[in-house]
């Protein structure tokens, strides 16, 4: 990939052109080549808008963990049941 097929581009989108050759392949990216300047523009620029947010999600879910919230009360649940008098065989 020559530079100067890209010669409308700034150092910022040139890279991200090589970026794009590097996921992509070289095969992918004729159609970037054989486009129009305007065009190459464009594609480049809504790449560079797919990374930074993917960047952005990934960050996002990469937070650290929450600390642990403990209960506010220490005491355990008490309940009080009554034994079940009916006779044996009988539905509850």
């Given at each position: ?25 070289m ?11 305007a065009e ?41 049941v ?11």
């Amino acid at each position: 990939m020559d530079q100067n097929e890209f010669a409308h581009l700034n150092d910022s989108q040139y890279e991200s052109v090589r970026k794009m050759a590097g996921i992509f392949g070289m095969e992918a990216l004729q159609s970037l080549v054989a486009a129009t300047p305007a065009e190459q523009v464009e594609r480049v620029n809504a790449f560079d808008t797919y990374e930074r947010g993917l960047v952005a999600h990934m960050r996002g879910s990469m937070q650290p963990p929450m600390a642990e919230v403990k209960p506010s009360h220490q005491k355990p649940l008490r309940m009080k049941v009554n034994p079940y008098e009916g006779k044996e065989g009988e539905p509850v």
